[in-house]
Protein backbone atom coordinates (compact mmCIF):
# COMPACT_ATOMS: atom_id res chain seq x y z
CA UNK A 1 0.00 0.00 0.00
CA UNK A 2 1.56 3.47 -1.06
CA UNK A 3 1.27 6.09 1.94
CA UNK A 4 0.76 9.68 1.12
CA UNK A 5 3.96 12.00 2.04
CA UNK A 6 3.39 14.04 5.37
CA UNK A 7 5.55 16.78 4.41
CA UNK A 8 4.75 19.42 1.33
CA UNK A 9 6.27 19.07 -1.88
CA UNK A 10 9.91 20.67 -2.07
CA UNK A 11 10.18 20.32 1.67
CA UNK A 12 13.14 18.29 3.45
CA UNK A 13 12.54 14.59 3.85
CA UNK A 14 14.08 12.29 6.34
CA UNK A 15 17.17 11.46 5.53
CA UNK A 16 21.01 11.53 6.22
CA UNK A 17 22.25 14.80 7.97
CA UNK A 18 18.38 16.19 8.76
CA UNK A 19 17.99 15.28 12.32
CA UNK A 20 18.34 19.13 13.40
CA UNK A 21 16.21 20.52 9.62
CA UNK A 22 13.43 22.06 9.13
CA UNK A 23 10.29 20.51 7.70
CA UNK A 24 6.75 21.12 6.18
CA UNK A 25 3.80 19.26 7.03
CA UNK A 26 1.45 18.55 4.16
CA UNK A 27 -0.87 20.33 6.10
CA UNK A 28 1.19 23.40 6.05
CA UNK A 29 2.67 23.22 9.79
CA UNK A 30 6.21 23.98 10.34
CA UNK A 31 8.14 21.85 12.39
CA UNK A 32 12.14 22.05 13.78
CA UNK A 33 13.27 18.52 13.41
CA UNK A 34 15.24 19.07 16.91
CA UNK A 35 12.32 20.20 18.51
CA UNK A 36 10.97 16.25 18.90
CA UNK A 37 14.13 15.42 20.92
CA UNK A 38 12.68 15.82 24.29
CA UNK A 39 13.10 18.52 26.80
CA UNK A 40 16.22 19.61 25.17
CA UNK A 41 15.11 19.68 22.24
CA UNK A 42 15.97 22.85 21.83
CA UNK A 43 20.25 21.82 22.24
CA UNK A 44 22.16 20.73 19.25
CA UNK A 45 23.61 17.87 20.00
CA UNK A 46 27.03 16.64 18.79
CA UNK A 47 28.96 13.70 18.76
CA UNK A 48 29.24 11.31 21.94
CA UNK A 49 31.25 8.44 20.51
CA UNK A 50 32.73 5.72 22.40
CA UNK A 51 35.97 4.07 21.70
CA UNK A 52 37.12 1.02 22.88
CA UNK A 53 39.58 -2.17 22.03
CA UNK A 54 37.42 -4.13 19.14
CA UNK A 55 40.46 -5.03 16.92
CA UNK A 56 40.87 -8.69 16.08
CA UNK A 57 43.29 -10.12 13.29
CA UNK A 58 44.62 -13.65 12.00
CA UNK A 59 47.40 -14.19 9.34
CA UNK A 60 47.83 -17.53 8.30
CA UNK A 61 51.15 -17.92 5.51
CA UNK A 62 53.07 -20.44 3.43
CA UNK A 63 56.67 -19.32 3.27
CA UNK A 64 59.73 -20.88 1.06
CA UNK A 65 62.92 -19.46 0.20
CA UNK A 66 66.04 -20.87 -1.81
CA UNK A 67 69.46 -19.60 -2.38
CA UNK A 68 71.91 -20.75 -4.78
CA UNK A 69 75.32 -19.88 -5.51
CA UNK A 70 78.02 -21.25 -7.87
CA UNK A 71 80.94 -19.53 -9.79
CA UNK A 72 80.38 -16.15 -10.77
CA UNK A 73 75.94 -16.17 -10.06
CA UNK A 74 74.42 -15.58 -6.36
CA UNK A 75 70.35 -16.00 -6.45
CA UNK A 76 68.24 -15.64 -3.20
CA UNK A 77 64.51 -16.46 -4.05
CA UNK A 78 61.25 -16.40 -1.55
CA UNK A 79 57.77 -16.57 -2.18
CA UNK A 80 54.83 -16.19 0.36
CA UNK A 81 51.19 -17.46 -0.01
CA UNK A 82 49.00 -15.40 2.64
CA UNK A 83 45.87 -14.13 3.85
CA UNK A 84 45.34 -11.53 6.24
CA UNK A 85 42.23 -10.53 7.76
CA UNK A 86 40.72 -8.22 10.51
CA UNK A 87 37.81 -6.11 11.94
CA UNK A 88 40.30 -3.39 10.94
CA UNK A 89 43.35 -2.36 9.48
CA UNK A 90 44.24 1.14 11.41
CA UNK A 91 43.76 2.55 14.52
CA UNK A 92 41.40 5.00 12.74
CA UNK A 93 39.18 2.94 10.75
CA UNK A 94 35.81 2.35 12.14
CA UNK A 95 33.93 -1.02 12.90
CA UNK A 96 30.85 -1.99 12.27
CA UNK A 97 28.90 0.13 15.39
CA UNK A 98 26.93 -2.69 16.73
CA UNK A 99 28.69 -5.94 15.72
CA UNK A 100 32.77 -5.44 15.52
CA UNK A 101 32.82 -9.29 14.00
CA UNK A 102 30.44 -7.94 11.01
CA UNK A 103 33.29 -5.93 9.69
CA UNK A 104 35.94 -8.72 9.11
CA UNK A 105 37.25 -8.44 5.88
CA UNK A 106 40.52 -8.78 4.49
CA UNK A 107 43.40 -6.31 5.93
CA UNK A 108 43.56 -3.17 3.86
CA UNK A 109 47.41 -4.82 3.44
CA UNK A 110 46.94 -8.29 2.46
CA UNK A 111 49.24 -9.55 -0.41
CA UNK A 112 47.46 -13.23 -1.62
CA UNK A 113 50.96 -13.89 -3.90
CA UNK A 114 54.42 -12.43 -3.23
CA UNK A 115 57.22 -13.36 -5.19
CA UNK A 116 61.20 -11.32 -4.84
CA UNK A 117 63.82 -13.10 -6.59
CA UNK A 118 67.37 -11.28 -6.04
CA UNK A 119 70.67 -11.68 -7.90
CA UNK A 120 74.40 -10.94 -8.55
CA UNK A 121 76.47 -12.20 -11.49
CA UNK A 122 80.16 -11.17 -12.24
CA UNK A 123 80.19 -10.57 -16.00
CA UNK A 124 82.77 -12.61 -17.94
CA UNK A 125 84.37 -9.76 -19.68
CA UNK A 126 87.49 -10.87 -17.87
CA UNK A 127 87.74 -13.88 -19.91
CA UNK A 128 86.31 -12.80 -22.92
CA UNK A 129 88.99 -10.06 -23.14
CA UNK A 130 91.95 -10.95 -20.80
CA UNK A 131 91.78 -10.13 -17.40
CA UNK A 132 92.76 -6.64 -16.45
CA UNK A 133 91.76 -3.73 -14.19
CA UNK A 134 89.38 -2.56 -17.28
CA UNK A 135 87.44 -6.05 -17.82
CA UNK A 136 87.39 -7.12 -13.99
CA UNK A 137 84.96 -6.49 -11.38
CA UNK A 138 81.92 -5.78 -13.63
CA UNK A 139 78.74 -7.22 -11.64
CA UNK A 140 75.03 -7.09 -13.01
CA UNK A 141 72.79 -7.70 -9.94
CA UNK A 142 69.05 -6.76 -9.07
CA UNK A 143 65.90 -7.65 -7.42
CA UNK A 144 62.43 -8.53 -8.82
CA UNK A 145 59.11 -8.73 -7.86
CA UNK A 146 55.65 -10.44 -8.74
CA UNK A 147 52.46 -9.85 -6.26
CA UNK A 148 49.22 -9.69 -6.08
CA UNK A 149 47.70 -5.61 -5.71
CA UNK A 150 46.20 -4.67 -2.37
CA UNK A 151 42.70 -5.05 -2.11
CA UNK A 152 40.05 -2.49 -2.98
CA UNK A 153 38.30 -0.98 -0.06
CA UNK A 154 34.89 -0.43 -0.48
CA UNK A 155 32.49 2.78 1.19
CA UNK A 156 29.59 4.28 1.24
CA UNK A 157 30.41 7.64 3.26
CA UNK A 158 26.55 8.99 3.92
CA UNK A 159 24.81 8.11 6.64
CA UNK A 160 22.28 6.01 5.18
CA UNK A 161 22.22 3.81 7.56
CA UNK A 162 20.58 6.72 9.62
CA UNK A 163 22.77 6.01 12.88
CA UNK A 164 24.64 8.81 12.95
CA UNK A 165 28.31 7.12 13.36
CA UNK A 166 30.19 9.83 10.44
CA UNK A 167 30.96 11.77 13.75
CA UNK A 168 32.23 9.12 16.01
CA UNK A 169 34.53 7.54 13.61
CA UNK A 170 37.86 9.26 12.95
CA UNK A 171 37.77 8.95 8.91
CA UNK A 172 34.04 8.34 8.48
CA UNK A 173 31.42 5.92 8.58
CA UNK A 174 30.88 2.31 8.54
CA UNK A 175 28.03 2.45 5.67
CA UNK A 176 28.17 0.07 3.32
CA UNK A 177 26.87 -0.32 -0.44
CA UNK A 178 25.00 -3.06 -1.34
CA UNK A 179 26.44 -6.01 -3.54
CA UNK A 180 24.87 -8.44 -5.61
CA UNK A 181 26.82 -11.13 -6.73
CA UNK A 182 28.55 -11.66 -10.43
CA UNK A 183 30.92 -11.33 -12.79
CA UNK A 184 33.40 -8.71 -10.84
CA UNK A 185 36.47 -8.35 -12.57
CA UNK A 186 35.81 -7.17 -15.61
CA UNK A 187 38.84 -4.73 -16.95
CA UNK A 188 42.09 -6.01 -15.24
CA UNK A 189 44.38 -3.92 -17.64
CA UNK A 190 43.64 -0.21 -16.61
CA UNK A 191 45.53 1.03 -19.95
CA UNK A 192 42.31 -0.20 -22.14
CA UNK A 193 40.23 2.62 -19.46
CA UNK A 194 36.92 2.35 -18.06
CA UNK A 195 36.45 0.48 -14.53
CA UNK A 196 38.36 -1.84 -12.55
CA UNK A 197 35.81 -4.00 -12.03
CA UNK A 198 31.98 -4.03 -12.21
CA UNK A 199 30.16 -1.19 -10.42
CA UNK A 200 26.79 -2.59 -11.38
CA UNK A 201 27.01 -4.85 -9.21
CA UNK A 202 27.19 -1.61 -6.45
CA UNK A 203 24.19 -0.03 -5.33
CA UNK A 204 23.94 2.52 -2.31
CA UNK A 205 22.27 0.84 0.52
CA UNK A 206 18.63 1.06 1.53
CA UNK A 207 17.70 3.90 3.80
CA UNK A 208 17.68 2.85 7.75
CA UNK A 209 19.77 -0.22 7.00
CA UNK A 210 23.45 -1.42 6.57
CA UNK A 211 24.73 -2.31 2.84
CA UNK A 212 25.60 -5.94 2.76
CA UNK A 213 28.88 -5.33 0.67
CA UNK A 214 32.01 -6.67 2.70
CA UNK A 215 34.96 -3.58 3.23
CA UNK A 216 37.73 -5.46 1.42
CA UNK A 217 37.06 -8.75 -0.60
CA UNK A 218 39.10 -8.26 -3.70
CA UNK A 219 42.60 -6.86 -5.01
CA UNK A 220 43.51 -4.33 -7.44
CA UNK A 221 46.36 -4.44 -9.93
CA UNK A 222 49.27 -6.05 -8.95
CA UNK A 223 52.96 -5.67 -9.12
CA UNK A 224 55.83 -6.36 -11.57
CA UNK A 225 59.02 -4.69 -10.98
CA UNK A 226 62.54 -4.80 -11.75
CA UNK A 227 64.75 -2.73 -9.91
CA UNK A 228 68.61 -3.98 -11.40
CA UNK A 229 71.98 -2.23 -11.40
CA UNK A 230 75.46 -2.57 -12.83
CA UNK A 231 78.21 -1.57 -11.24
CA UNK A 232 82.03 -1.53 -11.96
CA UNK A 233 84.43 -2.22 -8.79
CA UNK A 234 88.10 -0.51 -8.98
CA UNK A 235 90.40 -1.97 -6.76
CA UNK A 236 92.88 1.14 -5.65
CA UNK A 237 95.09 -1.37 -2.95
CA UNK A 238 93.91 -4.81 -1.10
CA UNK A 239 91.65 -2.61 1.52
CA UNK A 240 90.32 0.32 -1.01
CA UNK A 241 87.81 0.26 -3.51
CA UNK A 242 86.01 2.51 -6.10
CA UNK A 243 82.47 1.57 -6.78
CA UNK A 244 81.06 2.79 -10.12
CA UNK A 245 76.95 2.31 -9.93
CA UNK A 246 74.32 2.70 -12.85
CA UNK A 247 70.90 1.85 -11.11
CA UNK A 248 67.86 1.63 -12.55
CA UNK A 249 64.34 1.40 -10.58
CA UNK A 250 61.63 -0.38 -12.64
CA UNK A 251 63.84 -0.83 -14.98
CA UNK A 252 61.64 -1.94 -18.15
CA UNK A 253 59.12 1.29 -17.00
CA UNK A 254 56.13 -1.19 -16.56
CA UNK A 255 52.99 0.41 -15.15
CA UNK A 256 52.49 -0.23 -11.88
CA UNK A 257 48.75 0.92 -11.23
CA UNK A 258 47.02 1.85 -7.79
CA UNK A 259 44.07 0.43 -6.05
CA UNK A 260 41.33 1.51 -8.26
CA UNK A 261 38.49 3.86 -6.43
CA UNK A 262 36.16 2.08 -3.80
CA UNK A 263 33.90 5.17 -3.07
CA UNK A 264 30.64 4.46 -4.51
CA UNK A 265 29.56 7.99 -4.14
CA UNK A 266 32.88 9.33 -6.68
CA UNK A 267 32.46 10.26 -10.11
CA UNK A 268 35.34 8.14 -10.51
CA UNK A 269 33.95 4.73 -8.73
CA UNK A 270 36.26 1.60 -10.16
CA UNK A 271 38.54 3.66 -11.66
CA UNK A 272 42.07 3.45 -11.19
CA UNK A 273 43.17 7.48 -11.29
CA UNK A 274 46.85 7.00 -10.92
CA UNK A 275 50.04 4.92 -10.84
CA UNK A 276 53.69 4.47 -9.53
CA UNK A 277 56.88 6.06 -10.46
CA UNK A 278 58.06 5.10 -14.22
CA UNK A 279 61.87 4.23 -15.04
CA UNK A 280 64.33 6.11 -12.29
CA UNK A 281 68.39 6.08 -13.11
CA UNK A 282 70.79 7.51 -10.99
CA UNK A 283 74.57 7.09 -11.21
CA UNK A 284 76.77 6.70 -8.26
CA UNK A 285 80.37 6.65 -7.00
CA UNK A 286 81.09 4.84 -3.85
CA UNK A 287 84.36 4.77 -2.03
CA UNK A 288 84.87 0.79 0.19
CA UNK A 289 87.68 1.01 2.33
Known sequence: MHLPSQVAPGSNTCGPFSETGTFTTAAGQVIQARQALGPNGGTAFGSNGWFRTLGRSSYNALEA???????????????????????????????????????????????????????????????????????????????????????????????????????PGPTGDQDEPNYTPGKLLLNTNPRKGGTYF?????SPETLGQFGNASHRFFHGPGTNNWDIALLKNIRIRESKTIQVRAEFFNAFNHVQFNTPDGNILDSTFGVVTGAGSGRIGQLAVKFLF
Open 65 to 167: SARHTTGRLTLLGSYTFSKSLDNSSTATEQVYPFNPGLSRALSAFDITHNFVVSYSYELPFDKAFGSGRLTQGWILSGITRFATGLPVTIVEPDDRSLTGNTS
Open 198 to 202: NTSLF
